[in-house]
């Protein structure tokens, strides 16, 4: 078994001749904001990070983590309940126009095995190429939902 040493994380980058990149980072830190874990060897969240010059979607954000992660991840994710959206509908609709704030999209959904944090963020020109996953446990949730919402209008579901 892969076991971690106090403080490391796993990284795997990938660079195609299109110029689309994918980085993988399994990190002992939780989702968000970086804090100081007591316990340096347990994997807390894994992060996928996207960039593709011809676009790039939600579904090929849900993709990539059924890709990664296989068919009972997959499962999970395909049943997975959504708990945060943002910005909210009526910060998207009341918008004067391309701000970086609501540029930045995004969605967590709640599955039976882990939270699935999914964002996408929008060029000046209305294209997106960026997006990026995070997986980490239920426990972590009410610190991204804090951290979101200090960032952004949320619509938050009933749980």
């Not at 994380?9 to 830190?29: C, H, K, Q, Y």
Request: hydrophobic share 40%; net charge negative.
């Amino acid at each position: 078994m892969l076991r971690p040493r106090p403080g490391e994380t796993l990284n795997i980058n990938r660079v195609e001749p299109d110029g689309s990149r994918f980085t993988f980072l399994a990190s002992v830190a939780p989702p968000g904001r970086i804090i100081n874990p007591l316990d340096r060897e347990t994997i807390r969240s894994e992060r996928m990070t996207f960039f593709r010059p011809q676009g790039l979607t939600a579904e090929d954000l849900f993709q990539a983590i059924r890709d990664v992660y296989g068919p009972e991840i997959a499962a999970d994710l395909d049943q997975a309940v959504e708990v945060i959206r943002y910005p909210s509908p009526e910060a998207l609709a009341g918008s004067p126009g391309y701000t970086l704030a609501l540029a930045i999209q995004g969605v967590v959904l709640r599955g039976n095995q882990f939270v699935y944090w999914l964002e996408l963020t929008q060029n000046p020109d209305g294209r997106v190429q960026q997006g990026q996953v995070w997986v980490f446990q239920e426990e972590w949730l009410p610190k991204v939902e804090g951290e979101l919402a200090e960032r952004f209008p949320l619509q938050v579901m009933t749980r």
